[in-house]
T-cell receptor
Framework: NAGVTQTPKFQVLKTGQSMTLQCAQDMNHEYMSWYRQDPGMGLRLIHYSVGAGITDQGEVPNGYNVSRSTTEDFPLRLLSAAPSQTSVYFC????????????FGNGTRLTVT | AQSVTQLDSQVPVFEEAPVELRCNYSSSVSVYLFWYVQYPNQGLQLLLKYLSGSTLVESINGFEAEFNKSQTSFHLRKPSVHISDTAEYFCAVNTLGAGSYQLTFGKGTKLSVIP
């Protein structure tokens, strides 16, 4: 059972480039989310989805797009990378009930130069 | 809106000493509370959770947390820490109610266990 799988593990981008961070889960979880982790800031929610075809914004959505065409996949797109998007990105999923804990991937470390 | 405050960003403690990591939350409705742990270069893992019932909850590795509604706190404690407990710990709150699926995290407390 793989759980939540994120790719790539590391990425370096130049300002203005675009890329997609991949996230896949094999637990049939309805809820998926993306967080960014910055030193001293904890984890901040970027976007989340409560099921296929349904997405919504979190606390820090600007500069990021998401889509949820299947239950398993929840990619995060950076349209035009900026140095402020240098961070560690975590994908997490859980069953639909809000009392269920989140299952996290191992993260993607992104550097924008 | 809910918020979570972790009062200490770093806590150094000697091996086999007790430790308390403090967490306070604010929310206008009933909450679910969680503690997550993050070991270096890994994602977060659930340590323990409070949903309802007994206000004292325990993890499998000796940590416990007590929900205090009047003080809106959910402090994490361990009577005797080990080197392997060195990690960053995050308190998180998720509110009950329709339409609210967001889990809000505190900024984290780095626990360093000194041999």
């Amino acid at each position: 059972n793989a759980g939540v799988t994120q790719t790539p593990k590391f990425q370096v981008l130049k300002t203005g480039q675009s890329m997609t961070l991949q996230c896949a889960q094999d637990m049939n979880h309805e809820y998926m989310s993306w967080y960014r982790q910055d030193p001293g800031m904890g984890l901040r929610l970027i976007h989340y989805s409560v099921g296929a075809g349904i997405t919504d914004q979190g606390e820090v959505p600007n500069g990021y797009n998401v889509s949820r065409s299947t239950t398993e996949d929840f990619p995060l797109r950076l349209l035009s990378a900026a140095p402020s998007q240098t961070s560690v990105y975590f994908c997490a999923s859980r069953p639909g009930q809000p009392d269920s804990p989140l299952h996290f991937g191992n993260g993607t470390r992104l550097t924008v130069t | 809106a809910q918020s979570v405050t972790q009062l200490d960003s770093q806590v150094p403690v000697f091996e086999e000493a007790p430790v308390e990591l403090r967490c306070n939350y604010s929310s206008s409705v009933s909450v679910y509370l969680f503690w997550y742990v993050q070991y270096p270069n890994q994602g977060l893992q659930l340590l323990l959770k409070y949903l309802s019932g007994s206000t004292l909850v325990e993890s499998i590795n000796g940590f416990e947390a007590e929900f205090n509604k009047s003080q809106t706190s959910f402090h994490l404690r361990k009577p005797s820490v080990h080197i392997s407990d060195t990690a960053e710990y995050f308190c998180a709150v998720n509110t009950l109610g329709a339409g609210s699926y967001q889990l809000t995290f505190g900024k984290g407390t780095k626990l360093s266990v000194i041999p």
